[in-house]
């Protein structure tokens, strides 16, 4: 069947709108037609060849859309399902079994499109191109998932908005309620205010904590931050420094912190800043794939602090997805105000805006109509 799709055909260059052929339905496989789906960094870093995939490709990992196929295998969906589309797992390795899928062993074989598991669609001239992107590649009007990684949700909540539960809210939502635990009444900061960081911090009032810190180095995100519930907000251009902004707020440090930024200096800062036995989540993907970290390592022993990374938010999916939209439901997780949708072909539009920091989390727009 044919399907308009964004495609990536060189490294860097700007998506190309323009109709492609999926290949047809696997027996394992979940046809969805995609209402919408965020632009995410993990796409943008993948265009720019941060981290490796074939091309041509179509990418794309936060959909939400209804089903409207399954193959002979697929026993929990059903055509007319709404559902919220995530990163794939096996199903069958150790972490898998053990309630801890964001850890699958075959991880990175399954999402990152290695030649053994990557599905092909065809361009208009006959080239073969790249599916399965975090199983799924829903920068496109339809997405061939997998069971594993469809999640049903409830029909009464605004389907178009619920893409990015499946990634980056799933990310910053889950680290704090499902990773760091923050204890009621305890205090946190949140280092940088994308919708990873906003979830989490959005994730932080409903844990109950009491002081909430919103470092970022763009006016406009610590606004909203301060309108979401921080206490507190710290430009990162101060020069100052972070910690000795935060310490002027908490002057033991803090108890958790949450980095979303993955920039060296930033995450040793992080590090100086916590409480004793504080706890540092980590979730950024660095500019480079060989990024390292040095850390003040006496000063962390003597202060017995935990630093720890975080993939996908520790999630089970099929739960924790639809606790995130039921909490939304209630009023208790106001994620539409992070939100900027545009339409399905204004795609390089939103990747610009996200990256000038203009908007906090663009939603593409498909079938509408």
Same mark, same amino acid.
């Given at each position: 069947?044919?399907?308009?799709?964004?495609?990536?055909?060189?490294?860097?260059?700007?998506?190309?709108?323009?109709?492609?052929?999926?290949?047809?339905?696997?027996?394992?496989?979940?046809?969805?037609?995609?209402?919408?789906?965020?632009?995410?960094?993990?796409?943008?870093?993948?265009?720019?060849?941060?981290?490796?995939?074939?091309?041509?490709?179509?990418?794309?990992?936060?959909?939400?859309?209804?089903?409207?196929?399954?193959?002979?295998?697929?026993?929990?969906?059903?055509?007319?399902?709404?559902?919220?589309?995530?990163?794939?797992?096996?199903?069958?390795?150790?972490?898998?079994?053990?309630?801890?899928?964001?850890?699958?062993?075959?991880?990175?074989?399954?999402?990152?499109?290695?030649?053994?598991?990557?599905?092909?669609?065809?361009?208009?001239?006959?080239?073969?191109?790249?599916?399965?992107?975090?199983?799924?590649?829903?920068?496109?009007?339809?997405?061939?998932?997998?069971?594993?990684?469809?999640?049903?949700?409830?029909?009464?909540?605004?389907?178009?908005?619920?893409?990015?539960?499946?990634?980056?809210?799933?990310?910053?939502?889950?680290?704090?309620?499902?990773?760091?635990?923050?204890?009621?009444?305890?205090? +946190?900061? +949140? +280092?940088?205010?994308?919708?990873?960081?906003?979830?989490?911090?959005?994730?932080?009032?409903?844990?109950?904590?009491?002081? +909430?810190?919103?470092?970022?180095?763009?006016?406009?995100?610590?606004?909203?931050?301060?309108?979401?519930?921080?206490?507190?907000?710290?430009?990162?251009?101060?020069?100052?420094?972070?910690?000795?902004?935060?310490?002027?707020?908490?002057?033991?440090?803090?108890?958790?912190?949450?980095?979303?930024?993955?920039?060296?200096?930033?995450?040793?800062?992080?590090?100086?800043?916590?409480?004793?036995?504080?706890?540092?989540?980590?979730?950024?993907?660095?500019?480079?794939?060989?990024?390292?970290?040095?850390?003040?390592?006496?000063?962390?022993?003597?202060?017995?602090?935990?630093?720890?990374?975080?993939?996908?938010?520790?999630?089970?999916?099929?739960?924790?997805?639809?606790?995130?939209?039921?909490?939304?439901?209630?009023?208790?997780?106001?994620?539409?105000?992070?939100?900027?949708?545009?339409?399905?072909?204004?795609?390089?539009?939103?990747?610009?805006?996200?990256?000038?920091?203009?908007?906090?989390?663009?939603?593409?727009?498909?079938?509408?109509?």
């Amino acid at each position: 069947m044919k399907a308009k799709a964004a495609v990536v055909h060189a490294t860097g260059e700007n998506f190309s709108v323009e109709d492609i052929d999926l290949p047809e339905l696997n027996d394992d496989e979940v046809l969805v037609r995609t209402v919408g789906v965020g632009v995410c960094h993990t796409d943008i870093a993948t265009r720019d060849a941060q981290l490796p995939s074939p091309l041509p490709i179509v990418l794309g990992h936060e959909a939400s859309g209804i089903v409207e196929g399954v193959g002979t295998r697929v026993r929990g969906l059903s055509i007319g399902d709404h559902v919220v589309l995530t990163t794939a797992s096996c199903g069958r390795c150790s972490s898998c079994l053990t309630g801890e899928p964001t850890y699958c062993a075959e991880f990175a074989t399954i999402n990152s499109q290695s030649d053994t598991m990557v599905r092909h669609g065809k361009t208009a001239d006959g080239k073969n191109v790249a599916l399965k992107f975090f199983g799924q590649s829903s920068f496109a009007e339809f997405a061939l998932a997998n069971e594993r990684n469809t999640i049903k949700v409830r029909k009464d909540a605004p389907l178009e908005l619920l893409g990015p539960f499946g990634c980056g809210i799933q990310t910053g939502a889950g680290t704090i309620l499902n990773g760091l635990k923050p204890k009621m009444g305890s205090s +946190i900061a +949140i +280092i940088g205010c994308g919708s990873v960081g906003l979830s989490g911090l959005l994730a932080s009032v409903v844990s109950g904590c009491t002081t +909430i810190i919103a470092v970022d180095v763009v006016e406009s995100r610590l606004q909203l931050a301060r309108s979401l519930g921080a206490t507190h907000v710290v430009n990162g251009k101060s020069d100052a420094g972070l910690e000795a902004e935060i310490r002027k707020i908490v002057p033991d440090g803090v108890n958790y912190i949450l980095d979303t930024t993955a920039l060296p200096s930033l995450v040793r800062a992080a590090a100086n800043s916590l409480s004793l036995r504080g706890h540092l989540g980590l979730v950024g993907v660095p500019r480079k794939m060989d990024e390292v970290f040095t850390l003040d390592v006496i000063r962390n022993l003597a202060t017995g602090v935990t630093i720890q990374y975080f993939l996908e938010g520790d999630s089970v999916p099929q739960k924790f997805i639809p606790a995130l939209v039921d909490l939304y439901m209630q009023g208790k997780f106001p994620v539409d105000k992070l939100v900027t949708y545009y339409p399905f072909d204004q795609i390089n539009e939103a990747v610009s805006d996200q990256l000038s920091g203009r908007v906090t989390k663009p939603i593409l727009r498909l079938n509408t109509k």
